[in-house]
């Protein structure tokens, strides 16, 4: 076992408390009813850790006919780094522009017979990254190469 092996399965990293961050979420002010703050949370899957905490209102993509009155909490993890305050605002706005990405992402659709597909609808299930952009294809689009050649199952 290599020295840079962990001997127990779990990630430990530390950094001094981002006192410059917290100032910054402290004092942001973004959409109305959006709210920051920072928080020591298990985020689940055995994930816990410093945690930028973004809680929107707004629409429901699916449900929107109900009105800004969705709220959602996006976990966002605090890098372990001892950053600027210029680098911990450029942190904080990428932050908030993966939330944006992500309703952006609920909300791209396309009306066709009678049906609204949403080509790019966040992945929300366990393991999945809900901000990673990902196309909805099909299985066959799936197996089908670049010569139009459909692999076997």
Do not use: C
Not at 29 to 35: D, K, L, S, T
Not at 65 to 87: C, I, K
Not at 98 to 105: Q, R, Y
Not at 115 to 130: E, M, S
Request: hydrophobic fraction near 35%; aromatic fraction near 14%.
């Amino acid at each position: 076992m290599g020295t840079d092996t962990p001997t127990k399965s779990l990630l430990v990293q530390e950094a001094p408390y981002p006192y410059t961050l917290q100032d910054l979420v402290d004092s942001l002010v973004y959409r109305p009813g959006w709210e920051f703050r920072l928080a020591r949370l298990d985020r689940g899957q055995g994930s816990i850790g410093l945690t930028l905490v973004i809680t929107t209102l707004g629409y429901d993509a699916y449900h929107a006919d109900r009105g800004e009155t969705y709220r959602v909490n996006h976990y966002m993890l605090v890098p372990p780094a001892a950053y600027n305050q210029p680098s911990w605002r450029m942190w904080l706005f990428e932050q908030v522009l993966l939330v944006e990405k992500h309703e952006a992402m609920e909300f791209f659709a396309f009306m066709s017979e009678e049906k609204l597909t949403r080509p790019y609808a966040p992945n929300h299930g366990f393991g999945w990254d809900p901000y990673l952009i990902t196309e909805v294809a099909s299985d066959v689009d799936r197996r089908t190469n670049f010569r139009n050649e459909l692999a076997p199952e």
